[in-house]
Each structure stands twice: as structure tokens, then as C-alpha cells.
């Protein structure tokens, strides 16, 4: 009776599921204790994929943690549109698409959108973004 390498590997998958669901809470304790004794650890390397050498945080890290902070928001695309492009535009704004003031270096900037149906209008300033100006125009 011979197998073939795919049907063993299955075996062995299905064997690691079935003792990963019996054995739930060990797993859960390795985990915990594995976080205890290596905390410091674990947060170098955290800090060491954020953050460049001189505390800004790395452009890769910023731009998903940007771009998932607005897919969280409910923002939709508008059709042809992609993440890349909107994260490019907004970065690249030099002055807000409400009032028309420059921003400032480290300026908080938002990304406007529609509430009711998630579609990106535009880059504002904060001051633009609380009075909802985008609305208007």
C-alpha cells in the first residue's frame, strides 16, 4: 500500500490540527509564558521593524498602518483608484483641498470621505476635516 507524498503530508497536516485542537490551552500557556520571559526581547524587535535610528517610524510601517487605519474607517475606493495612489496623493499634498492654507511640517492632514457611502473626496487640514467642509463643495 503506497501513498503518495501529497496524501503523507495531509496525514501529518491533519494529525497537527487535531493536536492543536486538543491541546488548546497548552498552546495558550506556552504562548503566555513565551511572552513573559521574552518581553524585552520581543519589543526590541518590535521597535527594530517601526522605528529608524533617529524615532521616526520606517515609511513601510507607515504607509499599511495608514492605509488599514482608513479601510477601517469604511473608506472606499472610487473605481480605478488604489491604495498606493491615495496614500501617494496624500502624502504629496502640500496644501489643504478645503481652506487652500499650506500644511505646515508635521501637520496632522486627513483624508476625507463621504460618511454615508465611503468614498475619498480629498486631503484637508484638521480644522477643514472637523467642520466636514469637503461636504459643501
Same mark, same amino acid.
Given at each position: 500500500m503506497s501513498s503518495t507524498l501529497?496524501?503523507?503530508?495531509?496525514?501529518?497536516?491533519?494529525? @497537527? +490540527?487535531?493536536? &492543536?485542537? @486538543? +491541546?488548546?490551552? &497548552?498552546?495558550?500557556?506556552?504562548?503566555r509564558k513565551y511572552k513573559l520571559e521574552n518581553r524585552e526581547y520581543i519589543k526590541l524587535s518590535n521597535n527594530e521593524y517601526r522605528w529608524d535610528n533617529e524615532g521616526n517610524a520606517r515609511f513601510s510601517y507607515r504607509k499599511s498602518n495608514v492605509k488599514s487605519g482608513w479601510k477601517n474607517k469604511g473608506m472606499v475606493l472610487n473605481e480605478g483608484e488604489t491604495w498606493d495612489e491615495i496614500f501617494e496623493i496624500y502624502e504629496t499634498t502640500t496644501e489643504c483641498m478645503g481652506c487652500s492654507r499650506p500644511f505646515k511640517k508635521g501637520e496632522k492632514r486627513c483624508l476625507d470621505h463621504n460618511h454615508e457611502f465611503g468614498h475619498i473626496r480629498g486631503v484637508i487640514c484638521y480644522s477643514c476635516n472637523k467642520l466636514d467642509i469637503l461636504c459643501y463643495v
Open positions: 501529497e496524501e503523507r503530508l495531509q496525514k501529518v497536516r491533519d494529525s @497537527n +490540527n487535531r493536536w &492543536k485542537q @486538543n +491541546n488548546k490551552d &497548552k498552546i495558550k500557556e506556552y504562548n
